[in-house]
């Protein structure tokens, strides 16, 4: 299973950068798919998923509307709109894949994770 992330960079605060995961290796359509994220010296957290369907969304409260996953099960994709970007969003992003939905925002039940992209926010 490989999750292939992509579109990390560096950014102003206020501005917008688009995350992608490509996926291949699974039944894409059968999994959840999420990201996390991790900034240095913190733990890793949960950013937001979205079901096998792609009916429904999850994020972490912080959030606020700033961030919206999507997918496309045609292309084996998983894409992460994030706008309106703080210093505190920098992190290293990982993409991930996970069977149970009831588990989806828990680290330690995550199938497969990415490689990670970085995201830099400046001030």
């Known amino acids: 299973v490989q999750l292939q992330a992509s579109g990390g960079g560096l950014v102003q605060a206020g501005g917008s950068l688009r995350l992608s995961c490509a996926a291949s290796?699974?039944?894409?359509?059968?999994?959840?798919m999420g990201w996390f994220r991790q900034a240095p010296g913190e733990d890793r957290e949960f950013v937001a998923a979205?079901?096998?369907?792609?009916?429904?969304?999850y994020y972490s409260n912080y959030l606020k509307g700033r961030f919206t996953i999507s997918r496309d099960n045609a292309k084996n994709t998983v894409d992460l709109q994030m706008n309106n970007l703080k210093p505190e969003d920098t992190a290293v992003y990982y993409c991930?894949?996970?069977?149970?939905?009831?588990?989806?925002?828990?680290?330690?039940?995550?199938?497969?994770w990415g490689q990670g992209t970085l995201v830099t926010v400046s001030s």
């Open positions: 979205i079901d096998d369907s792609g009916r429904n969304t």
């Open positions: 991930t894949a996970a069977r149970n939905l009831r588990t989806v925002k828990l680290r330690r039940y995550v199938d497969y």
């Open positions: 290796g699974l039944t894409f359509s059968t999994y959840n």
